[in-house]
């Protein structure tokens, strides 16, 4: 005869309860984003629409803000990957006097709270004469996905082995061949990795873009503001799509890489 324990409905029973904790705010986004809402607030359910869904865009100030967030998030990982990947090999092949001393620094804007590094760029950019605008967001976007590019790569590329690219340019093949055939394919994964994260953290950033964008809105810059008059169904019609995107995309990974798995077990 089985006993029942506590004990063991202990976990389950808050393994639910945080996950239940953490979706009530994503399902109240999806739901609102729903609502036939007719004034500026959206906290009271008016009825089932998906008028906010076709016409998301009736509303030019949320998709605006969207497509400066897209933006900003592109340019800046496309930047800090190509920057941290560069920096990742360098850390790992090469000694050199200054590596501690680049490691350390790598690491200071992920421990530096960011409305510290937020106000210390824009002090930076003000000294120096440069407006804030499109451009200053992008660097300081740059600035601070730098580090989780540098440190995702740099965890890649430790767990290469040599013996691959010794084997490619004992087959003579040059330097520039090497890279492009053996260490970036075996990279590749590591890179996209550092690219989604770095991208999520741009497009998802407020208080160091709030400091350093000065006219430009983005989108969490633009939920901010609205939050004080209620937030638009359209800005949660943006939110439950991305949202949904990103399940998606892990969705299909993880799919795909089944598929791959047992396709490689059947050989």
């Known amino acids: 005869m089985k006993r029942f324990s506590i004990g063991k409905l202990t976990l389950p029973v808050y393994s639910f309860l945080a996950m239940a904790f ?67 090999i360098g850390l790992v092949r090469y000694r050199f006097r200054a590596r501690a001393l680049v490691n350390l620094a790598l690491f200071l804007p992920m421990a530096t709270p960011e409305v510290v590094l937020g106000a210390g760029l824009a002090g930076l950019f003000f000294n120096a004469g440069v407006g804030a605008g499109m451009v200053t967001v992008v660097i300081a976007h740059v600035v601070f996905c730098l580090s989780f590019v540098v440190v995702t790569v740099k965890a890649r590329v430790q767990t290469l082995d040599p013996v691959l690219e010794e084997a490619g340019r004992d087959l003579y093949a040059n330097p520039t061949q090497v890279f492009w055939k053996i260490t970036f394919p075996l990279l590749l994964p590591g890179i996209i990795s550092a690219a989604l994260l770095s991208f999520s953290l741009s497009f998802d950033d407020f208080i160091i873009t709030y400091f350093n964008s000065g006219s430009v809105e983005t989108f969490p810059k633009y939920i901010y503001v609205a939050a004080a008059r209620g937030v638009p169904a359209e800005a949660n019609v943006i939110a439950s799509a991305v949202f949904i995107a990103a399940i998606l995309i892990v969705l299909i990974t993880q799919i795909n890489g089944a598929v791959k798995r047992k396709r490689m077990l059947k050989k």
């Open 22 to 88: 953490m979706l009530i705010p994503i399902v109240y986004t999806i739901v609102f984003s729903f609502n036939n809402s007719k004034q500026r607030t959206n906290t009271q359910w008016q009825g089932f629409t998906l008028d906010k869904w076709l016409g998301v865009c009736n509303k030019p100030d949320v998709c605006s803000a969207l497509g400066n967030s897209i933006f900003i998030g592109l340019v800046s990982t496309l930047i800090a990957t190509i920057l941290g990947t560069a920096l990742a």
